[in-house]
């Protein structure tokens, strides 16, 4: 059954009437293939990425259900927790929640590292109907004894292969083992490596699948192309592609902490406006960069991986990968932060002699070569030969040295994007059929 606009799809007029308010009228298809079912209190495994309108998807049956039973979190408890990856992303959700529960008497709250507890601990202390929360802070929280989860009714995990990456995974499973057996659970993830099937496994009882996109492939409205240069070349490189492009707001990202901010300082002295986020900032900073990047007042954001999962803005017009990441997947996270909201999008990638493992690893995952970029190619080394890497060679390892030099720090000894993309939480249904892609 299709369903082209909310009012199909089940909620309760209250949460109609609210979405009619703020201009929600057709459901993205994440959200008219996961409403029903969730209504219905079924558990759900969601293949889907950032930007494809999964907050809403889980958002609207959470209040439908709390809404439908009006009693109130006891002290120190959630009726509702939604485990996210990031502060940034955190937030977020927590101003979705907020934003459809308008008229509703539903409290929520969202608590994070990175900030003093005190305020949490508060807001926690009368109970709240819904509770966002980052791994680090609700096991701090839950440790110190300001929160319990023992009548826990509906439990999310968010972006559980960012949480994956961040090497947050083993806080989440520490989470799921409080949990009570019975709940209502929900599983969002963009890939599925194997220790996410597992945890998909282990949190979800006989889950409705919903896919809204194959899994390691990137938006057909991002418009993706490399540029070859050396890496002394890349700043001017960075430069003159800005100048020379309808360049409105772009995401750049780095590999390291220090890298995004000297690239963020070298693009303020060249008259570009521009700000670094990554871990090492401060919650104040990191917000500030963030709304100077939403209102228009800066350019540029130059961030890293982690930083950049919780940007949730939609007129992203570029995304250039400064730096290719040395895990595959990580570029298609990177490139969705564009073409987002139905909109297209520009992701263009520079790429020096040693990143070319990365790139192949890209393009393998994605199933698609990356063109050059036709305006530059010829301009730096775009006509340089491939590097062929013998067997025993890492990313970022030169013919001549030894195959058994270990690879660079957070590289893979094993081939991103091949085994541990292969796998799936369908692969593990008695049906044996279809797998989320």
Do not use: W
């Not at 369903?3 to 309760?12: E, V």
């Not at 259900?65 to 979190?73: G, I, Q, T, W």
């Not at 959630?78 to 979705?96: D, G, K």
């Not at 839950?142 to 826990?152: D, N, V």
Request: aromatic fraction near 6%.
């Amino acid at each position: 059954m299709q369903h082209n606009d909310f009012h199909s799809l089940g909620l309760p007029a209250g949460i109609l009437s609210t979405l009619d308010s703020i201009g929600f009228v057709t459901p993205t298809p994440i959200q008219a293939a996961s409403i029903p079912p969730l209504l219905e209190g079924r558990d759900l495994l969601g293949a889907a990425e950032t930007g494809t309108g999964k907050t809403a998807a889980f958002a609207l049956p959470i209040l439908a259900r709390l809404s439908a039973n009006h009693k109130r979190a006891a002290a120190r408890s959630c009726r509702a927790l939604v485990l996210a990856p990031t502060r940034e992303l955190a937030i977020q959700i927590n101003e979705n929640f907020r934003t459809f529960s308008k008229g509703m008497r539903i409290s929520t709250a969202c608590i994070f590292g990175g900030v003093g507890q005190n305020p949490q601990v508060q807001a926690l202390s009368r109970g709240v109907d819904v509770l966002v929360a980052t791994p680090g802070r609700l096991l701090d929280l839950l440790g110190q004894g300001h929160l319990t989860l023992g009548t826990l009714e509906i439990f999310v995990l968010d972006e559980a292969d960012r949480m994956l990456d961040m090497g947050f995974i083993h806080d989440v499973k520490r989470v799921i083992a409080v949990l009570p057996r019975v709940r209502h659970s929900m599983f969002f993830s963009a890939t599925f490596p194997d220790e996410v099937v597992d945890l998909a496994n282990r949190l979800l009882h006989e889950p409705v699948h919903v896919t809204v996109a194959k899994s390691g492939t990137t938006a057909e409205r991002i418009d993706q192309s490399v540029i070859f240069a050396e890496t002394a070349e890349k700043y001017v490189l960075l430069e003159r592609y800005i100048a020379e492009n309808d360049v409105s707001r772009a995401l750049v990202f780095t590999r390291t902490k220090h890298g995004a901010n000297r690239l963020a300082e070298k693009l303020e002295k060249a008259g570009i406006g521009a700000a670094a986020i990554h871990g090492n900032k401060s919650q104040t900073a990191r917000q500030r960069a963030l709304e100077g990047f939403r209102d228009g007042s800066l350019r540029v954001l130059v961030a890293t991986d982690i930083a950049a999962r919780g940007i949730d803005i939609d007129d992203i017009s570029h995304v250039i990968n400064f730096e290719l990441p040395n895990i595959p997947e990580s570029y298609v996270h990177r490139i969705g932060r564009t073409a987002r909201a139905g909109a297209s999008g520009t992701a263009v990638s520079f790429c020096t002699h040693e990143e070319r493992p990365f790139l192949r690893d890209i393009e393998k995952l994605i199933r698609q070569t990356v063109p050059k970029h036709e305006r530059y190619a010829g301009t730096m080394e775009a006509q340089a030969p491939e590097i062929v890497y013998g067997r025993g060679m890492k990313p970022g390892q030169k013919p001549g040295q030894r195959g058994s030099a270990r690879p660079a720090h957070g590289a893979r000894s094993t081939p991103p994007g091949a085994a541990r993309t292969s796998r799936h939480p369908a692969a593990r249904r008695s049906d044996g059929n279809r797998r989320p892609r």
